[in-house]
T-cell receptor
Framework: GNSVTQMEGPVTLSEEAFLTINCTYT??????LFWYVQYPGEGLQLLLK?????DKGSNKGFEATYRKETTSFHLEKGSVQVSDSAVYFC??????????FGTGTSLTVIP | GAGVSQSPSNKVTEKGKDVELRCDPI?????LYWYRQSLGQGLEFLIY????????KSGLPSDRFSAERTGGSVSTLTIQRTQQEDSAVYLC???????????FGPGTRLTVL
């Protein structure tokens, strides 16, 4: 079957710290992988995506690499800002099936 | 349209009443998804449509929940005889095809008193 397991939060970091949010998946076939972000009081929006193995998605300083050998898609950012405080969702999309979302990881960045 | 729209943005209802939530997807998007997000929880998949048909209804929590989509566009999620545990934010998303990125609407916040 298909599933996504995401690092549980909440995560609290100081500004300029390094961020990693772990995400691993189980899938049949060749899924696409996504990170969505939900800022306080707002809807979900796509942060980045990767559609095949070894692809790296990047946006707003965030990166994630589609690792088929470890079935992972960890989200990283070298230097977080207060404005990055949000809930981050890892997701998997596979043909013929629904999307699968992780449970979300809440990030708070303090000045 | 610019994006996915949902109405109403907020709905307060009394226990036992029926409610209808509406989703207008991005024009041309064939896939449409409904999710529920309870306070502090992740996304709970409810149902998805490919065109007007719903190949996967496995996420609907009970037979009080139903959804339809007409003309490959607008979708309505209906909850009958609402219960307090139905209180949540109901999110709609659409995509060009299955497994493509989803574009989310702002959600409908449902409160059942």
């Amino acid at each position: 079957g298909n599933s996504v397991t995401q690092m549980e939060g909440p995560v609290t970091l100081s500004e300029e710290a390094f961020l990693t949010i772990n995400c691993t998946y189980t899938a049949t076939g060749y899924p696409s992988l996504f990170w969505y972000v939900q800022y306080p009081g707002e809807g979900l929006q796509l942060l980045l995506k990767a559609t095949k193995a070894d692809d790296k998605g990047s946006n707003k300083g965030f990166e994630a690499t589609y690792r088929k050998e470890t079935t992972s898609f960890h989200l990283e950012k070298g230097s977080v800002q207060v404005s990055d405080s949000a809930v981050y969702f890892c997701a998997l999309g596979n043909t013929g099936n629904q999307f699968y979302f992780g449970t979300g990881t809440s990030l708070t960045v303090i000045p | 349209g610019a994006g996915v729209s949902q109405s109403p943005s907020n709905k307060v209802t009394e226990k036992g009443k029926d409610v209808e939530l509406r989703c207008d997807p991005i024009s041309g998007h064939t896939a449409l998804y409904w999710y529920r997000q309870s306070l502090g929880q992740g996304l709970e998949f409810l149902i998805y449509f490919q065109g007007n048909s719903a190949p996967d209804k496995s996420g609907l929590p009970s037979d009080r929940f139903s959804a339809e989509r007409t003309g490959g566009s607008v979708s309505t999620l209906t909850i009958q005889r609402t219960q307090q545990e139905d209180s949540a934010v109901y999110l709609c998303a659409s995509s060009l095809a299955q497994a493509n990125e989803q574009f989310f609407g702002p959600g409908t916040r449902l409160t059942v008193l």
